[in-house]
């Protein structure tokens, strides 16, 4: 299963309470105050990992929650700090957050609308999370009136960013652990020389977060189903993606990684087949583009021997166009129209029509399939990888 979005709830732990406690001992009479300090709570921690490539532990384990702070003992004794949790993600990591920031240690009196246009005064530090469906109310968004096909995508497109793991070992805390309550020992004076009280331990920040996976890729490829995007992610890399005659062979997206004679490296994404109505949700939808909004290159790949009755001037403006309803952003990305299957007989013909029909674009023929034109394919996205 690849998962590369997925909502989970994040707390980190709550500070131990400072303890009360008198020091006993044969023949020290009022031997004075002894509690000790709580600990403070464990942090909820992220690390972007290069070993992972997508986001199934929080699949499985969407709630994130650090230990408590161990409470203060007699005798002077701190208590423990709470263990960190230590999570995880892919490198390419978005963490975006749903709702507003808690903060249950500040004790204001605030009043806040419910759902259902009542309102109520509740008090912060009690206040509850707000949950799904007062969410949207809460960030204004009329789920009435305005069409959503993805919640989810809505309340990220108003929700903030918290952090982008992009390095291997990059680290976050995500949520930090309370501080631990002072035990009584601390609160003792010339004049109350037995204070009977300590303090409670801090609450942790806690949130609801969408993780969202956005590979880290230099180049992206882009094309309609059984191109040969696959295949040609084959030839130019190590990597082994699955191949074969049928559309959308490609369920998840894949990075391979380009090596050159001098060491140079660079990296491509090979994504399901985009086909146009795709932001209508026809075939895969185009929900996975995400893994190329990062990418600095596009290659558009086109069939260009037409198979499946297709007509690569009509693919090439559909695949921009859908690329436009995604993110309008991506067209600005500069971009290499490839023309593959150029082997195939029909392939010569349509590629006179289409350079009479798309004028102005430079396309290049290649071969995925019989290593043709893959030379110089390599040559020139490394080329636009490297121009400034
Ligand atoms: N003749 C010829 N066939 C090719 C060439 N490149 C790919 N093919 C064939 O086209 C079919 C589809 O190739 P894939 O690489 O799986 O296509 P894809 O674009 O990854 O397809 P999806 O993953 O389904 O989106 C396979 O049967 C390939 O053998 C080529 O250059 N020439
Ligand atoms: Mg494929």
């Given at each position: 299963?690849?998962?590369?979005?997925?909502?989970?709830?994040?707390?980190?732990?709550?500070?131990?309470?400072?303890?009360?406690?008198?020091?006993?001992?044969?023949?020290?009479?009022?031997?004075?105050?002894?509690?000790?300090?709580?600990?403070?709570?464990?942090?909820?921690?992220?690390?972007?990992?290069?070993?992972?490539?997508?986001?199934?532990?929080?699949?499985?384990?969407?709630?994130?929650?650090?230990?408590?702070?161990?409470?203060?003992?007699?005798?002077?004794?701190?208590?423990?700090?709470?263990?960190?949790?230590?999570?995880?993600?892919?490198?390419?990591?978005?963490?975006?957050?749903?709702?507003?920031?808690?903060?249950?240690?500040?004790?204001?009196?605030?009043?806040?609308?419910?759902?259902?246009?009542?309102?109520?005064?509740?008090?912060?530090?009690?206040?509850?999370?707000?949950?799904?469906?007062?969410?949207?109310?809460?960030?204004?968004?009329?789920?009435?009136?305005?069409?959503?096909?993805?919640?989810?995508?809505?309340?990220?497109?108003?929700?903030?960013?918290?952090?982008?793991?992009?390095?291997?070992?990059?680290?976050?805390?995500?949520?930090?652990?309370?501080?631990?309550?002072?035990?009584?020992?601390?609160?003792?004076?010339?004049?109350?020389?037995?204070?009977?009280?300590?303090?409670?331990?801090?609450?942790?920040?806690?949130?609801?977060?969408?993780?969202?996976?956005?590979?880290?890729?230099?180049?992206?490829?882009?094309?309609?189903?059984?191109?040969?995007?696959?295949?040609?992610?084959?030839?130019?890399?190590?990597?082994?993606?699955?191949?074969?005659?049928?559309?959308?062979?490609?369920?998840?997206?894949?990075?391979?990684?380009?090596?050159?004679?001098?060491?140079?490296?660079?990296?491509?994404?090979?994504?399901?087949?985009?086909?146009?109505?795709?932001?209508?949700?026809?075939?895969?939808?185009?929900?996975?583009?995400?893994?190329?909004?990062?990418?600095?290159?596009?290659?558009?790949?086109?069939d260009?021997a037409g198979t499946d009755n297709r007509a690569p001037?009509d693919d090439?403006?559909?695949?921009?166009?859908?690329?436009?309803?995604?993110?309008?952003?991506?067209?600005?990305?500069?971009?290499?129209?490839?023309?593959?299957?150029?082997?195939?007989?029909a392939?010569?013909?349509n590629?006179?029509?289409?350079?009479?029909?798309?004028?102005?674009?430079?396309?290049?023929?290649?071969?995925?399939?019989?290593?043709?034109?893959?030379?110089?394919?390599?040559?020139?996205?490394?080329?636009?990888?490297?121009?400034?």
């Amino acid at each position: 299963m690849f998962i590369d979005e997925i909502k989970v709830l994040a707390r980190a732990g709550h500070g131990g309470k400072g303890c009360v406690a008198f020091h006993r001992e044969a023949y020290v009479t009022k031997g004075g105050p002894s509690g000790g300090n709580g600990g403070r709570g464990g942090d909820v921690i992220l690390i972007a990992d290069h070993d992972l490539n997508n986001l199934i532990n929080q699949f499985y384990v969407p709630r994130l929650i650090a230990d408590d702070g161990h409470p203060g003992m007699g005798k002077g004794m701190d208590g423990p700090a709470g263990k960190d949790l230590i999570i995880r993600v892919p490198c390419g990591t978005l963490v975006w957050r749903i709702g507003q920031a808690i903060d249950r240690n500040a004790e204001v009196e605030e009043t806040e609308e419910t759902g259902d246009g009542k309102k109520i005064t509740v008090s912060s530090a009690k206040r509850p999370v707000i949950r799904t469906a007062n969410r949207a109310k809460a960030l204004e968004i009329n789920l009435e009136t305005e069409p959503v096909e993805d919640p989810v995508a809505r309340i990220r497109e108003k929700g903030e960013l918290v952090c982008d793991l992009t390095e291997n070992g990059q680290q976050f805390i995500l949520c930090k652990g309370g501080r631990g309550g002072l035990g009584n020992r601390n609160f003792a004076t010339s004049v109350r020389q037995a204070p009977r009280f300590a303090q409670p331990g801090e609450y942790g920040t806690e949130g609801e977060f969408l993780f969202e996976l956005r590979m880290v890729a230099e180049v992206g490829l882009v094309g309609y189903p059984n191109a040969g995007k696959s295949t040609l992610l084959a030839a130019i890399s190590h990597a082994r993606p699955k191949i074969a005659a049928y559309p959308f062979t490609t369920l998840t997206p894949q990075v391979g990684i380009l090596e050159y004679p001098d060491f140079f490296r660079l990296t491509v994404c090979d994504v399901p087949g985009l086909i146009a109505g795709a932001h209508n949700n026809v075939g895969l939808g185009h929900a996975f583009l995400r893994h190329i909004a990062r990418c600095k290159y596009l290659v558009i790949l086109l069939d260009m021997a037409g198979t499946d009755n297709r007509a690569p001037w009509d693919d090439y403006r559909s695949l921009l166009q859908e690329l436009e309803l995604y993110d309008p952003a991506l067209l600005e990305k500069p971009r290499l129209v490839v023309a593959n299957k150029i082997d195939e007989p029909a392939a010569e013909a349509n590629l006179k029509q289409f350079k009479r029909k798309v004028r102005k674009v430079p396309v290049l023929p290649i071969s995925a399939a019989f290593g043709e034109g893959i030379a110089e394919f390599r040559r020139q996205i490394r080329e636009a990888v490297e121009a400034p």
